[in-house]
């Protein structure tokens, strides 16, 4: 019976995914169809990213101006999709369509470029200093894997 629960604990084990130190790990900065951040390939959202460099003061001021320009250009340009694309949709509906509002929308999407722009400048600049922060502080990132091996069970730790 002992053995049954001791061999039940480690297959638990095995099947949990256990990172040591995995808050240090660096971000990467990609290129898509705009600035993508993503930390042991999972992406990362603004709010995310506010929260992983919230350990390094520099790079968390330089994240919380660059969240507050994503903020700003998020709803200067939903409001601006949405009045370009109501009367869009009434023209392709069969009505009347209100063109004022659409340039209106179009013009509140020219406006919040600069803050998607401002964003992703301060969002890189954040990424880099807490990239090198943890450079500096000599801490690596360490995984913890559990597996099989020819001779039994394993635990194997890489740095």
């Not at 993503?38 to 350990?55: A, D, F, M, V, Y």
């Amino acid at each position: 019976m002992k053995n049954r629960l001791i061999l039940a604990f480690f297959l638990l084990l095995a099947l949990c995914p256990i990172a040591a130190q995995s808050p240090t790990d660096s971000i990467e900065v990609k290129k898509a169809w705009g600035t993508v951040f993503k930390q042991n390939g999972q992406l990362l959202t603004p709010r995310k990213l506010l929260e992983i460099t919230s350990s390094h003061p520099e790079a968390y001021k330089e994240m919380k101006v660059a969240k507050s320009n994503y903020d700003i250009g998020s709803a200067i340009g939903f409001v601006g999709g949405f009045l370009v694309g109501y009367p869009l949709g009434t023209a392709l509906a069969g009505g009347e369509a209100n063109w004022t509002l659409a340039g209106i929308g179009a013009g509140l999407i020219g406006v919040s470029i600069p803050f998607t722009s401002a964003y992703s400048r301060h969002a890189k600049n954040a990424v880099q200093l807490y990239n090198e922060g943890i450079q500096q502080s000599g801490m690596n990132p360490a995984n913890l894997k559990i597996g099989l091996t020819g001779s039994g069970l394993c635990l194997r730790m890489t740095f």
